[in-house]
């Protein structure tokens, strides 16, 4: 191989070193701005490019996934003149990649004093405790303003997040004293509230248990009444069935007595008989009918001539 053979190995060489050189493969979530002869050429997205030798070349590579930026802590003055640091979080994607290259020379230099400066503006109309107290509306008026100013930088701000207010020593001191002191008197309220119901409970507690002793009362009070009304009633009934039964053998002896047809002598001897135990009693004065007198005189001379009769036979 002669000297012209080495030359176009050498030749093939360097153009195949030259073209994978120049070979780009942009990865994903990257975007990469060309410039040609020094002027803004094409954005690269994802996938294999070629540039042309020393014509070309890649300005910028660009990230096209969310960023997070933390900001140092900014010095801002309250409507009511208490100084505090605040530090900010912005949170932003890039979506132009020829205007975030050529729009502005330092673009986390501009977000991060634009965020300062947008933030003292809005503190400045809040006093301390609505600053306290107002995160979510600063975070929405400064992520609005941070959003319109960077259109023109090809930055979509999509969130702003303050992530520390920090008052001065003195404020802080008097902030956990007032907080210490809230807690207190809830803890009073809370305590009273508890007493409160308790007593309730307790009161209607003792209410229930008269309401039930009284009603157990009444139930017995009702229980014994008609206990002793069937006890009357049963020796009601009892008196009446015994005086029916006595009124039934009277009648029944009455009905014997006419079946056997007594003479008047039996008549009188019973009525007699009945009368001399009517003596027997505790009366002290008993009036005998006459029909009744002359029987008793005839009984009395029988009675008379019998005890007379044994002595004649001796």
């Not at 070193?17 to 990865?27: D, F, L, R, T, Y």
């Not at 975007?31 to 803004?40: F, P």
């Not at 009444?218 to 002793?228: F, G, N, T, V």
């Amino acid at each position: 191989m002669g000297a012209i053979g080495y030359i176009i190995i050498s030749v093939i060489v360097v153009a195949v070193i030259a073209v994978i050189c120049n070979v780009k493969i942009v990865p994903q979530a990257k975007a990469y701005v060309i410039e040609r002869l020094g002027a803004y050429h094409a954005t690269w997205n994802t996938g294999v490019h070629f540039t042309v030798p020393i014509i070309d070349r890649v300005a910028n590579k660009i990230t096209l996934k969310e960023n997070v930026v933390d900001f140092p802590p900014q010095p801002v003055i309250t409507k009511d003149n208490v100084t505090m640091q605040i530090d900010t979080v912005v949170f932003f994607r890039i979506i132009d990649p020829k205007l975030y290259t050529y729009g502005v020379e330092n673009p986390m230099m501009a977000i991060e004093n634009l965020t300062a400066t947008t933030l003292r503006n809005i503190i400045g109309d809040l006093e301390l405790d609505a600053t306290l107290t107002s995160r979510d509306v600063i975070n929405s008026k400064i992520t609005h303003v941070l959003d319109e100013a960077t259109d023109p930088w090809g930055i979509k701000i999509n969130r702003v997040e303050l992530k520390n207010i920090m008052p001065p020593k003195e404020i802080q001191d008097s902030m956990e004293k007032q907080m210490k002191a809230e807690r207190e008197r809830r803890e009073k309220i809370l305590q009273a509230e508890g007493e409160k119901k308790s007593a309730i409970l307790v009161a209607e507690g003792e209410k229930e248990s008269a309401i039930l002793r009284a009603e157990a009362e009444k139930q017995s009070a009702i229980l014994r009444a008609d206990a002793a009304k069937e006890a009357t009633i049963l020796q009601a009934e009892g008196e009446a069935e015994a005086i029916i039964k006595v009124q039934e053998a009277t009648a029944r002896g009455i009905t014997m007595i006419n079946e056997s047809a007594p003479t008047d002598q039996v008549i009188k001897l019973r009525a007699l008989d009945a009368f001399a135990k009517a003596a027997d009693g505790k009366s002290t004065k008993i009036i005998i009918p006459s029909e009744i007198q002359g029987l008793a005189g005839l009984v009395t001379g029988i009675a008379e001539a019998a005890r007379e009769t044994p002595e004649v036979k001796k």
